[in-house]
Each structure stands twice: as structure tokens, then as C-alpha cells.
């Protein structure tokens, strides 16, 4: 009875994961430019691992193996956030402009204008 | 015992510790060798880590104080990824990209790092780029960059690493 309850609890774990970063990939194709990609891509990377390697966590009961999947999720954290902010950091010191709105032209340029102020590019 | 000795020591045990996870073995001579290769390692590397390993003053109050803070992070990170969910979801794509300044008040360079990482796990905004003081976050739509404006993340951050006072 444990048995079959830890295991659908692993199999949750793991289903919910795997939704997130399906959530993730989906932002990836659909948002419009790299700053907005990168919020959906660094987010549901580390909730969609962390949630699957749970549920590993979870299936391989007491051993050895929990410290290395512990490892992994915290290498995880660690890289995915700085990578994020280094793509991001790229994609600032190349002066890409952040997509925006769709609103008055007018208001587009004043935005863009007051960006380039605020950046010097 | 130096301040440097310390830190090499602290780097030895991590890794002495890592070793074990990996080799999964408790006989003698495994953690023997276990021991001087971490010693070795970290003596090694440690001209590479000096600069920026100097900075980190983490004692044990720290540590704690950022445990206690887990359960708000780990909650943070569930609200941010529903909100992206939410977000691309809808076939309307209800987004409205802004880039703000965000004036720190930290003094240190780690205190800084964990603010810039606690922004980018918040719902809606992500570090892009640092200068000094000033913190560039790109905001997915308007509301949380006000909600950033509140500075209760900065506040959190002053509480874990005590410059509150």
C-alpha cells in the first residue's frame, strides 16, 4: 500500500513537472522578444526540474542517489537563474531594443526615446 | 587560524562532503584519499576563488534566516510560473514589456547577487543588468513593477544578511 502511494505520488510530481515545462517551451515559441522568452524560459526551467527531480526524489526512497539528484536541483537553481541573466545582460549590451505594445506610434517613440536616454545607446 | 585558512577549510569540507555523495562508499581508504583530494583541490583553486570568495561573509545566523525564508521563495516561484502560465495561455497574450530602474540601497556585492536572483524568481520581472548600485529589471506587464517599487524584496534581503540596523 506504502509502495503504491509513494509511487503515484512520484508519478504527480513528475506529471507536473513535465506540464511546466511544456508551459515554458509554449512562452518560448509564442512571446515576442528575448527578455520576454527569457521569463518563461528561466522560470518554468526551474519550477518544471525541480518538480520532476522531486518526484525522483520521491520514487528512489533512501539512498544515495537522493544526494545527487539534490545536487543536481541545486546546480539547477544556480545555472539557470545566472544564465537567464547573462543572455538577458547579452542581449542589453547589443542594444536590442524590448519589444513593446502595439499602441500610438507616438507614444512608441517617446518610450523608445526615453529608453535609449536611460541606456545611452 | 587566518580568515583565509577558514575559507579553504570551509571549501575542503564542501567538497569532502560532495565526494562522499558521489563515491557512496564509507571504507577507510575512500574517505582517506576523499580527504587529501579536497584539501588538494581546494588549495589548488584557491587563487581563482580568493577575489570573490573574500567577500562572502556568511555566518550561521545568515543561514538561518535564509532557510526561514525558503517557504516565501519557494511560494514565489509557484505564483511566478502560473502567472507565465496564465500569460501565454491566453490567446490574447495580455503583456505590456517595460525595462525600470530599480535604486538598491545594499552595501555588499553578495547581498546584491541575492537580490538580483530573488528578482528574477518573482513573478513578472527579471534582472537584466547591473551597474553600482542600479538594478535594470525588465517587467512583463506594469503591475509588477509597482509591486517591485514596494521594496519589500529589498527589505527581505537587508533582513537576511542584517543591514536593517
Partial sequence: MFEVMTKSLAVLFLSVGVFFLWVGVVGIIRLPDVYSRLHAATKCDILGAGLTLMGLIIYEGFSFNVLKLIAVALLLLSSSLVTGHAVARAAMRTDL??????????LRVEKEKLFREIFKV | MSKVDKKIRILALLLFVFWVALSESFNFLNLFLGFFAALFVSYCSWFLLKEHFLDININFRIFWRFCICTGQIIKDIFRANTDVGERVMDPRLPIS???VKFKSSLSGV???????????????????DFEDDVIYVHCIADEFAKELMERKLENLVKWIFEEDK
Fill in chain 2, 110 to 128: 553578495f547581498p546584491k547577487v541575492i537580490l538580483a536572483a530573488f528578482i528574477t524568481l518573482k513573478p513578472g520581472t527579471l534582472a537584466v
Fill in chain 2, 97 to 99: 514589456p517595460a525595462v
Fill in chain 1, 97 to 106: 531594443i524590448p519589444w513593446q505594445e502595439n499602441r500610438e506610434d507616438r
